[in-house]
């Protein structure tokens, strides 16, 4: 049977990574990365596919989906 390590205490509330925007973050060994911004000017992105490529990088970039 697998052993899994938790990442938090247990907290009714749940548990917050990166508390603040300069702290980073990565997953699957990826170096780690602070708050990614997606659509900063939202109104200038005119099509979906702009705003999806945004959220691809930004998955990217944390390592959570792979390339």
Do not use: C
């Not at 548990?15 to 060994?29: E, L, M, P, R």
């Not at 705003?51 to 390592?63: P, Q, T, W």
């Amino acid at each position: 049977m697998p052993t899994y390590e938790r990442l938090d205490y247990g907290s009714p509330d749940g548990s917050q990574w990166g508390g603040t925007s300069t702290d980073a973050i990565g997953f699957f060994g990826t170096t780690p990365k602070t708050l990614q911004l997606v659509g900063e000017n939202l109104s200038t992105a005119t099509h979906a596919s702009t705003l999806i490529s945004s959220v691809v990088s930004a998955l990217k970039a944390y390592g959570i989906v792979g390339t």
